[in-house]
């Protein structure tokens, strides 16, 4: 007989962006994590996809908007225009908040457009800015959010700039095809963390439930995350049923450290081949895990990446045609 504690992660393909519906009990609770964009054709097709998702047309209980970035937050807009997609509660680090902290008194200064809009929506939302080393119920206590980054240091040193940043679009070059693990692992790997302030300050965490965890990283920075896995166990980070990569498998965002703390099997790469993501990644995985067969899932096939991924041994996993990507958790006992 299937257990009655289930949970449903459902990845949805929002090109380099990020979605995920997590529903707990066959959707008797749900979080989304993050809209994927604002562009409207990928937002049109992320609410009729949710809507699907989502039984009886049910609310999301709760949102996490995980940083300001369009990828991230955009889709919120196209939610909250359309009203087809209704939201109980939220959490995000809205720009009003960061203000507050900082004691900026002047919003005028704030220049993250969405962001702002943001702070207009219609759901309830946290009332002091999230930090790492915070732990969220959900589902009723049932359910806990560990809060990895951002780190309240961080917040106060760069908050500011992230205020003022405006991220400028990205020239998308094209890729070179992956190669053979034995090419990756044997060339030469310089790292060179992300410096995006936004990305830094992301909401990253593990969802814990039943004695089983998984983890969100966002676009968070490696060096953060490190420090809060080590915070909760020095010795011994957790084993992951999944783990949602940071930053679109960016090389910045992954480093050997945090491969060797990272005890999975299953690693989402929400990446569409464009811009992202970095073929070091899945060396740095594969040899900080010490597992050849570590799978890497991405939302979709996209042209670019069925170019990308053809010769190459990684075991990179997409799914059947016209599906999602769908990991069903039903095993989950008292
Ligand atoms: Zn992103």
Same mark, same amino acid.
């Given at each position: 007989?299937? %257990? /009655? !504690? ?32 604002? =562009? %409207? +054709? ?31 937050? $955009? $889709? ?26 900082? #004691? ?11 962001? =702002? ?9 946290? &009332? ?15 359910? /806990?959010?560990?809060?990895? &980054?951002? @780190? ?37 790997? +310089?790292?060179?963390?992300?410096? %995006?302030? %936004?990305? *830094? *300050? ?11 965890? @998984? ?5 968070? @920075? ?20 999944? +783990?949602?990569? #940071? ?5 910045? !965002? ?8 990272? =005890? ?8 569409? $081949? ?27 096939? &996209?042209?670019?990446?069925? =170019?990308? &991924? ?25």
């Amino acid at each position: 007989m299937p %257990s /009655e !504690n289930n949970l449903r992660i459902s990845f949805l393909a929002v090109g380099n962006g990020d979605c995920a519906l997590i529903q707990f009990n066959s959707g008797q609770y749900s979080i989304l994590v993050d809209s994927g964009p604002s =562009r %409207s +054709t990928v937002a049109q097709r992320t609410v009729s996809q949710l809507k699907q998702l989502l039984p009886n047309s049910k609310p999301v209980d709760l949102a996490i908007l995980t940083h300001h970035d369009d990828d991230h937050i $955009g $889709g919120f807009l196209e939610f909250f225009r359309s009203n087809d997609i209704p939201i109980h509660q939220a959490l995000f680090n809205s720009p009003a908040l960061l203000a507050a902290l900082l #004691a900026n008194d002047d919003p005028q200064e704030i220049s993250v457009k969405q962001a =702002r809009l943001l702070q207009d929506m219609k759901a309830p939302c946290n &009332t002091h800015v999230i930090c790492s080393g915070e732990t969220i119920k959900v589902f009723g206590g049932k359910a /806990e959010l560990r809060i990895l &980054t951002p @780190w309240k240091r961080d917040i106060l040193q760069y908050g500011r700039s992230i205020l003022e940043e405006l991220t400028p679009p990205q020239p998308i070059s094209v890729k070179k095809p992956f190669r053979r693990i034995d090419e990756v692992l044997s060339g030469v790997d +310089t790292f060179e963390q992300d410096s %995006s302030k %936004s990305n *830094l *300050l992301s909401i990253s965490f593990i969802l814990n439930y039943i004695g089983r965890s @998984w983890l969100f990283l966002a676009d968070a @920075w490696p060096s953060r995350v490190v420090r809060a896995l080590k915070t909760i166990d020095a010795s011994n980070s957790p084993e992951f049923a999944l +783990t949602k990569i #940071a930053h679109h498998g960016s090389q910045g !965002n992954t480093d050997k450290q945090l491969a060797e703390l990272l =005890r999975c099997s299953d690693f989402v790469v929400p990446a569409a $081949g464009g811009r992202h993501p970095d073929e070091q990644v899945f060396g740095r995985i594969v040899a900080g895990t010490g597992n050849r067969r570590a799978r890497f899932h991405f939302p979709e096939k &996209t042209p670019d990446l069925a =170019r990308l &991924t053809a010769e190459s041994d990684f075991c990179f996993q997409f799914p059947d045609n016209g599906r999602m990507l769908d990991f069903y958790y039903d095993d989950i006992e008292k």
